[in-house]
């Protein structure tokens, strides 16, 4: 019940009986639901933003907005929803170690061929708390990403970064790259 595996970009759940699958699939679509509702809610500020007042204006949307957005999906569904990365920007989104172990296998796969956009994987894993359904779900580098995450940032905006984000390790990234991953944790009892 606990394994699955990661096919070439797609994942199958070996389940132990039609009830956990069940299970299981509910949690699968309510994980990619809210992911989508995440990114949406992003894409959309951050599009608003860039066209009001340029990439210096959107990085408070990436600053303040994704965290907020994050906080208020994690609140109404009682999960714990953010993005994670191998190369961070913010400490504060460091992935765990079934994150990290993750982010790996999403690297892994995009090398030998899989679809980034299309990577995911989830699990069932006992933790001190009780029993939880993890979920997470790849973020390729698209061409807007590079405005901030490339490696030719405007000065301007190196500047902001490195004011913010002293420890910033997310610039340098190529397009269709792994940026990252939206990651879910669903308490389960
Ligand atoms: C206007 C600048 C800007 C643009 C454009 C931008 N980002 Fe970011 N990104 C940031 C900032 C600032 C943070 C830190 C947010 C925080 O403090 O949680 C961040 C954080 C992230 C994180 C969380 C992990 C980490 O490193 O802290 C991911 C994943 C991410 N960005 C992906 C993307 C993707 C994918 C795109 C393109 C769709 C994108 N970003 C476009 C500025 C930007």
Same mark, same amino acid.
């Given at each position: ?12 759940? %070996?389940?132990?009986?039609?009830? &956990? +699958?069940?299970?299981?699939?509910? *949690?699968? @679509? #309510?994980?990619?639901? =809210? ?58 989104? %460091?992935?765990?170690?079934?994150? &990290? +172990?993750?982010?790996?296998?999403? *690297?892994? @796969? #995009?090398?030998?061929? =899989? ?65 990252? +991953? ?8």
């Amino acid at each position: 019940m606990k394994r699955m595996l990661l096919l070439a970009g797609t994942v199958v759940l %070996a389940a132990a009986s039609p009830a &956990a +699958a069940d299970d299981v699939d509910r *949690r699968v @679509a #309510a994980s990619r639901a =809210a992911v989508k509702e995440f990114a949406t809610a992003l894409q959309g500020q951050l599009k608003a933003a860039l066209e009001a007042g340029g990439p210096s204006e959107a990085i408070s949307v990436c600053n303040v907005a994704a965290p907020e957005i994050a906080a208020s999906i994690s609140e109404r569904t009682g999960w714990t929803v953010g993005r994670t990365s191998h190369k961070l920007r913010n400490p504060g989104n %460091a992935p765990d170690a079934w994150e &990290a +172990a993750t982010l790996k296998e999403f *690297r892994t @796969a #995009a090398n030998t061929g =899989a679809k980034l956009a299309k990577l995911e994987r989830w699990e069932i894993v006992d933790a001190d708390g009780g029993r939880q359904f993890r979920y997470m779900k790849a973020i390729p580098t698209g061409k807007p990403c590079l405005t901030c995450h490339g490696s030719e940032i405007d000065p301007a905006i190196v500047a902001r970064l490195d004011a913010l984000y002293p420890e910033d390790q997310a610039r340098g990234f190529q397009l269709g790259e792994l940026r990252g +991953a939206f990651t879910i944790t669903q308490p389960i009892d």
